[in-house]
């Protein structure tokens, strides 16, 4: 790859993985001249996101991007969403019922989707460095430059916006002088890739236990990806336990009788800490952070991917709108924080109520079952998944009718 029609792009995306080859197909769609620089040479399973809430696939939907991730990743819309309470299902709830222009959620393995987008954004005539390591980032004279190493090539990139798109330990954000910040960790999650599972290939399943649930998403390739909430205790004890054999034994025991019994792993198995990750600066000259390098939702929420779509349709509305790129980044990064915030608030709200045990957190159970039958909708909250927040006002009157404190 030679770099010299490219040293000075309109756009340049550090970071190729969903929220940086998105954004890269969309924003060359649109016309600019856009460069990308990922590190790694290939995609692997790190068990990350692989479900996409409603409200994401919405997002999805506007840039244009949902046909590229079923046509080129094989991802699947799961329209029914099932809860099992003590092993028994409800029945299935249909998304569209309530809200007519939700398709359900997206299930899709997320090496495939970064394969599929980052092909897209080259198929576009994205100029894409990879594997390339960032040497430095500076902004002489407020205006940004990258010194990159590719090969034994050593070049400097001067682009008329600079995005950081390298997740949660971002380069960028540390090169603009920032940090993330983590909140303490209120519960764990734990992921696998399994095949095997018994259950509707057209929903999402939740099989709720005392202390946790589990979330079983099945795949179009006959994978369903797993994920398993628990306390801090139970993680730590299933960490500790050999695995995969301790995690499906659990998960065994939470789904319908005989819908588990031939569960073969696929992939590897991880716990990971629910905690939020907040940027402490998350724009500067014409540099902006998107993705996880802007913030990262409490995973066990699942709003993770949706807020990358987010970003990549708000952003390139942003840039498409002026000419001046100048105050781009400041607003789009204020009307992040605020989106943000709310799906944060809510994750706190909601984490005691479905990880938590004793007498308390049972009466706080049942004063929101009370508040929920005299207004189902919980102010908008109980919708979240399916309008996303950006119609929602997570303020302190907000969580008191959540909780049915002002019944
Ligand atoms: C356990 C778990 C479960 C989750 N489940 C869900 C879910 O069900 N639904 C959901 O929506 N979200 C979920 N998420 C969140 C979701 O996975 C993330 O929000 C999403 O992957 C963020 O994408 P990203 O592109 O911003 O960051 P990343 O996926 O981290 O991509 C960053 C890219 O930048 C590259 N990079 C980094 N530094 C550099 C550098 N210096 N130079 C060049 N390249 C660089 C990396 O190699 C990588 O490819 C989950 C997260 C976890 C941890």
Known sequence: MTLSSSSRPDILIIGGGIAGSGLATVLARAGFGVTLIERSPAFRDRIRGESIHPWGVREMDATGLLDVAISRADARVLPFWTKYQDRAPGDPYRWCDDFPDALGELSVQHPRLQDALLAEALGRGVTVLRPASVLGINWPEGRPEVDISLGDTVTTLRPKLLVGADGDHSL?????????????????IGGALLTGFDLPDDSAHQALFDGGFAMVFPQSCGTSRVYYVCSNLEAESLRSSDQPQGLLARLQRVVPDGTASTLESAGPVGFFPN???????AHGPQTVLIGDAAGSNDPSQGHGLSLVFRDI??????LRDTY????VPQ???SARARDHGVLRAHAQWVAPLVVGHGPEIERR???VARAREQDPSAGGFAGIFATGPESLVADESARQHFHGEDL
């Open 275 to 281: 905690s939020e990750t907040l940027a402490s600066v």
């Open 313 to 318: 349709r708000d952003l390139t509305d942003r």
């Open 172 to 188: 960028t954000r540390k090169a603009l002088g920032g940090k993330g910040v983590t909140d303490a960790p209120h519960h764990a």
């Open 324 to 327: 001046d790129w100048s105050m």
């Open 365 to 367: 159970r049942e004063q």
């Open 331 to 333: 607003a789009f990064a």
